[in-house]
């Protein structure tokens, strides 16, 4: 109807595949299309149709890969005068990068807090764990391999660590769940568990994955 696409402008309803994306159903739609072919109006686009079908704008989330494009959304929304929340407990759509979201999760949900990585806390962590005489070639090594489990979301028990000689032996698999049992501890969370952290408590509770779906 002419008031479902109040704003949605009338060129880009003139490509066929764009206007099926727009004003499609209830239901998943898939864009599979290059850089510069229009994804980001369409999106814009859609978000406008649903808004006019009566949808809440606090049901509408947007995920975007980089904080360049959530910058874009987010100034292209406002521009058409649509509030946007910049986090979950706010009105409007809410506009995320999966970090952003993750970390929303984390800090709203789950009561945890950001570190940064150059603070003392991780070495600390790393320190009871490993103990005081650990290398730096020891200690970098375990480092390396939680920044692979979070950002690569790989089992922990696939990777191995041969220590020196002189170093007494844990398993990488036994670190990865002492270090994690120590960050739950201290409600601490870094770069990467954003999106580690966040995904594994959305799979394992389901509470928490009842309320962020709502």
């Known amino acids: 109807t002419l008031d479902e696409r109040n704003g949605v402008g009338e060129e880009v309803l003139r490509d066929a595949s764009q206007r099926e994306a727009i004003l499609a159903d209830d239901g998943p739609v898939r864009l599979a299309a290059p850089p510069g072919s ?69 800090t709203r949900d789950l009561g945890l807090h950001f570190e940064d990585p150059s603070s003392p806390l991780w070495s600390r962590i790393l320190e009871l764990i490993l103990g005081h005489s650990a290398s ?29 000689d002189s170093q007494s032996m844990i398993s990488f698999e036994a670190f990865y769940h002492r270090h994690l049992e120590q960050q739950l501890d201290q409600k601490v969370f870094g770069y990467d568990d954003q999106i580690f952290l966040s995904l594994r408590f959305l799979l394992s509770d389901r509470q928490l994955r009842y309320r962020i779906q709502e």
């Open 38 to 106: 229009g994804k980001t109006r369409v999106i814009i686009s859609r978000i406008r149709v649903l808004l006019n079908r009566g949808v809440c704008p606090q049901n509408i989330l947007v995920m975007a890969f980089n904080e360049r494009a959530r910058s874009e959304l987010i100034d292209r929304l406002a521009g058409m005068s649509i509030d946007v929340a910049r986090t979950l407990s706010d009105r409007g759509v809410s506009v995320h990068t999966f970090n952003s979201f993750g970390h929303q999760i984390l």
């Open 136 to 164: 730096p070639e020891y200690r970098f090594a375990y480092r390396e391999g939680l920044s692979r489990v979070r950002r690569d979301l790989i089992d922990p028990a696939t990777i191995r660590i041969d220590p020196p």
